[in-house]
């Protein structure tokens, strides 16, 4: 698993993920993504790249999500593959864990008021 995090316009970051998100890749995005998370930007996880997710993945990434709202931001998902797209609807996460296919709709989630 790699992890960058860049700028995301004014007030985000973009967190890109590539790899499987096992509990190798788990353990080695805990640190940066709770480090991004405790910072008040609102966040998107580019998961284009992030072709299989376990329950470890899906616990850092609602972790991640929910101390992101309690600051009053969003973590909004990048354009999942099918696979792990299907997971995460199985799972009922699509509330927790919004899903944008692209960038522009990713700004326009974050911009639009909840």
Do not use: H, Y
């Not at 616990?59 to 998902?77: D, E, G, M, Y």
Request: hydrophobic share 45%.
């Amino acid at each position: 698993m790699q992890i960058t995090i860049c700028e995301f316009g004014e007030k985000g970051k973009i967190v890109i993920l590539e790899g499987k998100l096992d509990i190798a890749g788990a353990q080695k995005i805990e640190l940066p993504i709770a480090t991004v998370s405790g910072s008040r930007c609102d966040i998107i996880v580019d998961m284009t790249r992030v072709d299989f997710i376990a329950s470890i993945g899906i616990r850092q990434l609602i972790i991640a999500a929910k101390t992101v709202a309690r600051r009053s931001c969003k973590l909004i998902l990048l354009d999942p593959c099918p696979l792990v797209t299907e997971v995460l609807v199985t799972a009922g996460l699509k509330d927790i864990l919004p899903i944008a296919r692209s960038e522009d709709e990713a700004r326009a989630m974050l911009n639009a008021t909840t």
